[in-house]
């Protein structure tokens, strides 16, 4: 059909505060600036896909203070790509990016996992985006 009949999800979450990252847990997302289609939980963290097709993720976490994480996507608990972030010593930030582009089924479960270390993420500096393309 036509781009009008197609359902448009997007979503652009952050962390509102400045906090620890539990290792090897998912990072939660707590606030969004856009979540079209409801599809990003801010209690959870995860996305769901409301329907089949392809997607477009993207994520920034800034690191700061000695920590070092590594961030890594998952579809259904699967590692599909990651990031590494590394601060060396304070007063060093670092806000590496990373993205990944994959076809969903609809309820499909895609998170951000924190693997490794603790890490420290700043604030709303920390983002989370997706959309259906």
Known sequence: GSWHNRMQVAFSAYISGSRSLTANKKIVF????????????????????????????????????????????????SNKAEMFAYANAYPNHYSPSQSYVTELKKGDQVTLYNSGSTGYAYGAYSTFTGYRL
């Not at 993720?57 to 800034?62: A, L, S």
């Open 30 to 77: 707590d606030k969004t600036r856009t979540n079209i289609g409801n599809a990003y939980s801010t209690s959870n963290g995860i996305f769901t896909a409301p329907v089949d097709g392809m997607y477009a993720f993207h994520w920034t976490m800034t690191v700061h203070k000695s920590y070092h994480s590594i961030i890594r996507i998952q579809v259904n608990g």
